[in-house]
T-cell receptor
Framework: SQQGEEDPQALSIQEGENATMNCSYKTSINNLQWYRQNSGRGLVHLILIRSNEREKHSGRLRVTLDTSKKSSSLLITASRAADTASYFCATDVDTGNQFYFGTGTSLTVIP | EAQVTQNPRYLITVTGKKLTVTCSQNMNHEYMSWYRQDPGLGLRQIYYSMNVEVTDKGDVPEGYKVSRKEKRNFPLILESPSPNQTSLYFC???????????FGPGTRLTVT
């Protein structure tokens, strides 16, 4: 069963614009993490937000978490061509030690 | 340099021929995990380990085995590979399951 689902599946924007992607999950979590993957390579951790946090920033990244709606969003501001990648959310459910990844959002930033 | 290494990076094998994919981390992490990534399905957890000699099934454990005899190593064993195990495999580690995971570069496995 898939715990996390990202939306949209694909997103194409112009360089300099903001990109927003969303993640919804099904059960209570300890934390939610966002990762980036460049074409078939290993995933790189971007940001971790715990269940008692509502917003977190890291450079051009802003993550929000709404546990009442079981959803999170990742905002990338002033996007660059180098941000072109797939973005995944991952949840650590509070009833166990497993991680669940979503199917990802494919972001294309056009120079 | 802190890293997770996997070997081999690419492997083509035939149905039924046992294989092992190695994973090693040099960060003294307690939590290690194996994932497979298939188009349209994202990453799915196969097995994870909370610490030495402690392993547990993830979402898709069928057809796989793991062991954690040392903290740094977490090999993935396919006793009798089948074509439906053709996939991109990632090993990952973290301090505990409450922290960010560090991923290896991936192993692309093809079973014919």
């Amino acid at each position: 069963s898939q715990q996390g689902e990202e939306d949209p599946q694909a997103l194409s924007i112009q360089e300099g614009e903001n990109a927003t992607m969303n993640c919804s999950y099904k059960t209570s979590i300890n934390n939610l993490q966002w990762y980036r993957q460049n074409s078939g390579r290993g995933l790189v951790h971007l940001i971790l937000i715990r269940s008692n946090e509502r917003e977190k920033h890291s450079g051009r990244l802003r993550v929000t978490l709404d546990t009442s709606k079981k959803s999170s969003s990742l905002l990338i501001t002033a996007s660059r061509a180098a941000d072109t990648a797939s973005y995944f959310c991952a949840t650590d459910v509070d009833t166990g030690n497993q991680f669940y990844f979503g199917t990802g959002t494919s972001l294309t930033v056009i120079p | 340099e802190a890293q997770v290494t996997q070997n081999p990076r690419y492997l083509i094998t035939v149905t039924g021929k046992k294989l092992t994919v190695t994973c090693s981390q040099n960060m003294n992490h307690e939590y290690m995990s194996w994932y497979r990534q298939d188009p349209g399905l994202g990453l799915r957890q196969i097995y994870y380990s909370m610490n030495v000699e402690v392993t547990d099934k993830g979402d898709v454990p069928e057809g796989y085995k793991v062991s954690r005899k040392e903290k740094r190593n977490f090999p993935l064993i396919l006793e009798s590979p089948s074509p439906n195990q053709t996939s991109l495999y990632f090993c990952a580690s973290s301090l505990t399951n409450d922290y960010e995971q560090y991923f290896g570069p991936g192993t692309r496995l093809t079973v014919t």
